[in-house]
C-alpha cells in the first residue's frame, strides 16, 4: 500500500509507546497536549548510532525554553546503557508502528515538529545539527502562540494554521485566472455546467466586489476534500460538532469598489439554515490591505490570517469582510454541515 507522504499542515499521528526509562509516552496526554512535540526518528540504536541524538541533547533547555517536549524514537531494541545518557525519553518502535505513520525513512535520522494544536509544523532532514537548529528556529517562530494575554472579550472562533500549504494557495489562484471564464446567475443551479467550474457574482448585501469561482475540476476537488481533512476534527474537538457535508466548494476575490452596506450578514438565514460551520483561508495575505474579517455581536477585533490558515466559526454569527483597501483578496470558502 503506497501512502501519501506525511506534510506540514496535516494532523499528526498518535502514539502510544514505553520510553526507555520504562514511562508511558502519549502524545495526546494531558501532560504532553497544549505544548509543542519535537520528534527525532533515529532508525537504530547501539552507541554509536545514537551519537546524532547528542546535538539534541546539548540543547535540551533550548527546546525546554520553548516548552517542546523532545523525544526520540528508534526501531531498534533501546541499549539502556546508551540510552540512559539522554535526559528525554527515547521510544522503541520494533514493530514500526510510529515510523510507519509519519512515514519516516528508516535509513537516516529525521525531525518532526508538531504544533500545540497537534498539527505537523515542520519535517526536517539533513545533518543532524541541521535538524536540531531548524527545529529551534521554528519553535522559535511558533513563540506567539504562548504569549500570555489576558483576554476581555473574543468570539467563538477557531484558527487553524497551515490548513492550506503555498503551492494549495498558488494552485488556486491560478485555476481561478485560467479556468471557469463561464459566469452564471446567483439563481442558477449549481451543477448548471454538469461538474464544469464556473465563476458567479455575488451580489451580498448589494456588494459589487466579489467573484466566487466554484470548484468542480476533478483533481483540485480531492485536493480540497484532503486539506478539509485537517480542519474537520478540529472542528469536533472545540464545537463538538461532526461535519458530514459541505456545500460545493468554492474561492472569492474581492476587488475593486465595495458598494452595498457595511453592518455584515449571517451564513445561515433562509433558504441556507441547515449551514453550521463557515469557514475561510486568505491565500494571498501579503498581496492585500484590508479585507479583514469582523464580529460585531463582539466587538471590533480584526481577523487577518495569514496565508493558509483557517478561520472556522458559526453561521449564526454577525461578520463582515472588510473592504479591501488595495489588491485583490483571494479567499477559500466552505459552509460545512452534518446529520443535525
Request: aromatic content about 12%; charged content about 25%; some cysteine.
Amino acid at each position: 500500500m503506497n501512502l501519501e507522504p506525511i506534510a506540514v499542515g496535516d494532523i499528526a499521528p498518535d502514539f502510544v509507546f514505553a520510553g526507555h526509562d520504562g514511562k508511558e509516552v502519549n502524545s495526546r496526554s494531558d501532560a504532553i497536549a497544549g505544548n509543542p512535540i519535537v520528534v527525532v526518528f533515529c532508525p537504530h540504536a547501539s552507541s554509536e548510532d545514537l551519537e546524532p541524538l547528542v546535538c539534541f541533547a546539548r540543547q535540551l533547555d533550548c527546546f525546554s525554553a520553548h516548552r517542546a517536549r523532545l523525544f526520540a524514537v528508534t526501531l531498534d531494541k533501546i541499549d539502556a546503557s546508551a540510552a540512559n545518557g539522554f535526559s528525554f525519553p527515547i521510544l522503541s518502535d520494533r514493530r514500526e508502528k510510529i515510523f510507519s505513520s509519519f512515514r519516516a525513512p528508516r535509513d537516516r535520522l529525521s525531525t518532526v515538529v508538531i504544533r500545540r494544536n497537534h498539527h505537523i509544523a515542520g519535517i526536517f532532514r539533513g545533518t543532524p545539527e541541521h535538524q536540531a537548529a531548524a527545529a529551534l528556529s521554528l519553535l522559535a517562530d511558533m513563540a506567539w502562540e504562548r504569549e500570555a494575554t489576558l483576554m476581555r472579550g473574543h468570539p467563538p472562533v477557531l484558527l487553524v494554521p497551515d490548513a492550506f500549504s503555498r503551492d494549495d494557495c498558488a494552485r488556486l489562484i491560478k485555476t481561478f485566472e485560467t479556468t471557469g471564464k463561464t459566469f452564471v446567475e446567483p439563481q442558477t443551479a449549481l451543477d448548471f455546467l454538469n461538474g464544469a467550474d464556473y465563476k458567479m457574482r455575488i451580489p451580498e448585501h448589494m456588494r459589487e466586489d466579489r467573484v466566487d469561482h466554484f470548484f468542480f475540476e476533478r483533481d483540485i476537488v480531492a485536493l480540497l476534500r484532503n486539506r478539509l481533512n485537517r480542519v474537520v476534527p478540529e472542528i469536533f474537538k472545540a464545537f463538538h460538532y461532526r461535519i458530514t457535508k459541505y456545500e460545493a466548494l468554492r474561492m472569492a476575490c474581492y476587488q475593486g469598489r465595495r458598494g452595498g452596506y457595511s453592518y455584515g450578514h449571517r451564513d445561515n438565514i433562509a433558504p441556507f439554515g441547515y449551514r453550521r460551520f463557515a469557514m475561510s483561508i486568505n491565500l494571498n495575505t501579503e498581496e492585500f490591505d484590508g479585507g479583514e474579517l469582523r464580529f460585531p455581536e463582539f466587538g471590533d477585533h480584526r481577523y487577518r490570517p495569514e496565508t493558509g490558515t483557517a478561520i472556522v466559526f458559526s453561521s449564526s454569527l454577525l461578520h463582515e469582510a472588510m473592504h479591501v483597501t488595495a489588491g485583490r483578496r483571494f479567499v477559500f470558502l466552505a459552509f460545512l454541515f452534518g446529520e443535525t
